[in-house]
């Protein structure tokens, strides 16, 4: 397997954008998780690449977009209108997941334990 990096965490004010990266060629379900102190890992966004779905949380709908480019073999989310709820470590999760089995569901993919693989983190920093 190939190891997971994420990258472009940092530090914005309120309302600003930030996009982060994750290397992800061989896996087809993606997904970015956060992470705040005191507070369970919750997934924020996916990706099922073989058929081209996306899932988002509620929280974050209408304001992150999560894709995939195949030829980099790397997975984004761009984040805008950035809240200081939004403020966390930034994980990157990914496994195999079975085409055959038909289109998935974000309740399928916003359990940990759809994924095998996980990154180590990048840290988003939100402040008004």
């Known amino acids: 397997q190939v190891p997971l990096v994420e990258s472009g965490g940092g530090s914005v004010q309120v309302g600003e954008s930030l996009k982060l990266s994750c290397t992800s060629s061989?896996?087809?379900?993606i997904a970015w998780w956060r992470q705040t102190p005191g507070k369970e890992r919750e997934a924020v966004a996916a990706?099922?690449?073989?058929?081209?779905?996306?899932f988002y949380a509620d929280s974050v709908k209408d304001r992150f977009t999560i894709s995939h480019d195949n030829a980099k073999g790397t997975t984004f989310l761009q984040m805008n209108a950035l809240r200081p709820d939004d403020a966390g470590m930034y994980y990157c999760?990914?496994?195999?997941?079975?085409?055959?089995?038909?289109?998935?569901?974000?309740?399928?993919?916003?359990?940990?334990?759809?994924?095998?693989?996980w990154g180590r983190g990048t840290q988003v920093s939100v402040s008004s």
């Open positions: 061989t896996y087809n379900c």
């Open positions: 990706i099922f690449t073989d058929r081209g779905q996306t």
């Open positions: 999760a990914a496994d195999r997941c079975n085409d055959r089995a038909g289109p998935l569901h974000w309740e399928e993919l916003n359990i940990p334990r759809a994924y095998d693989y």
